[in-house]
């Protein structure tokens, strides 16, 4: 009998079944103001860097001005740039007055357009399941036909004390580390000096809360952003504390907050070309073996570093490598 093709399966039903894990652009830049958006738009569409944008409606807004910043991007997302993807926006969090108004009208106005909503400071599971059953609700209002994907700011103690269940809410796609707020938290407890490189890498507190939120994104198979470089203009400390974010961490995407930083942080965030040379003869070793063993360079591998080198590919595709035409077109492919 004829062996069923290679790839007549998607490789991820081969090797994760339906729980595939999730691979997103490794750079988030946030944005605060209206030309500052205009800027970042024309940035994406003039070079190759694949990175998503949100629109703070948070920290953006002036005090008492929140309704107007928020008209104004839902006006200019809605006409300018109504075609542009992979832009959010940052709403204010649960315990404010403000979070519902923002959510009816963002999904009224742009639910089919925008790719994500974040949300600032929570403090419980419970609390952020009722933003998403607010979300769902306004979604179902509008007769949308895809779910609205949540990111969630981990920047209280009571938040990091629940991560999982966090993580485990349903439509949640991304936790954000808010270093800042992390530290102010603790009252004095943590020296101001941690909010940036080298401290931030080396007080305990601020290490065991890194590496509790990439393991219960890790858990849940979303992603994890590592918090900003506050020294926007030295994109040599972007770089290396993305680098570190990633292969000491395990963080797969961190903040950007001015455009000089998001080249940088692709850059240290992306797998390198060796990383994806290896990855590409393994898969391709894989796909011809119908995923059975394969020895390569004297090492064996199997569905253990199949699975590895697969996402590792897959992070390499976000962050816009060009691969061997037929594994781009499968990695263009959803595994459902």
């Given amino acids: 009998m004829a062996r069923k093709s290679a790839i007549s399966i998607h490789p991820e039903q081969v090797l994760f079944g339906s729980q595939a894990p999730l691979a997103i652009t490794c750079c988030d830049h946030y ?29 953006g807004a002036v005090a008492g001005e929140e309704s107007q910043l928020l008209a104004a991007y839902v006006n200019v997302l809605s006409s300018e740039f109504k075609h542009e993807q992979n832009i959010g926006l940052r709403i204010h969090d649960g315990s404010s007055s403000f979070w519902r108004k923002e959510v009816s009208t963002i999904i009224a106005a742009l639910g089919a357009q925008i790719s994500h909503i974040t949300v600032p400071k929570v403090k419980s599971a419970q609390q952020l399941r009722s933003v998403a059953t607010y979300v769902k609700s306004c979604a179902k209002k509008h007769k949308l036909k895809r779910g609205i994907p949540l990111h969630v700011l981990i920047e209280t103690l009571s938040a990091l004390d629940s991560v999982s269940e966090i993580a485990a809410v349903e439509g949640v796609r991304c936790l954000d580390f808010g ?19 080298p401290g931030q890498f080396e007080h305990q507190l601020i290490v065991r809360a890194k590496t509790n939120i990439v393991a219960a994104a890790c858990a849940h ?15 040599q400390q972007t770089f290396n504390d993305a680098q570190i974010a990633r292969t000491r961490y395990g963080f797969t995407r961190m903040w950007s907050i001015h455009p000089s930083q998001i080249e940088p942080i692709i850059k240290a965030m992306r797998p390198s070309e060796d990383e994806v040379t290896v990855a590409t003869r393994v898969i391709e070793g894989a796909i011809r073996a119908h995923w059975g063993p394969i020895k390569l360079d004297n090492t064996l591998h199997d569905r253990a570093s199949f699975r590895y080198y697969w996402n590792l590919l897959k992070r390499a595709h976000q962050a816009g490598y060009v691969l061997d035409t037929n594994l781009q077109d499968l990695l263009s492919l959803k595994g459902q």
Avoid: Q
């Fill in 31 to 59: 944005v605060g103001r209206i030309d500052y958006l205009a800027k970042a738009v024309d940035l994406r569409r003039n070079s190759a860097l694949a990175f998503d944008i949100t629109c703070d409606l948070e920290d």
């Fill in 221 to 235: 198979g979303i992603a994890a952003a590592h918090n900003v470089t506050t020294a926007f203009a030295d994109t």
């Fill in 179 to 197: 270093l800042m707020d992390f530290v102010s938290e603790h009252s004095g407890v943590i020296p101001a000096t941690c909010m940036r490189s």
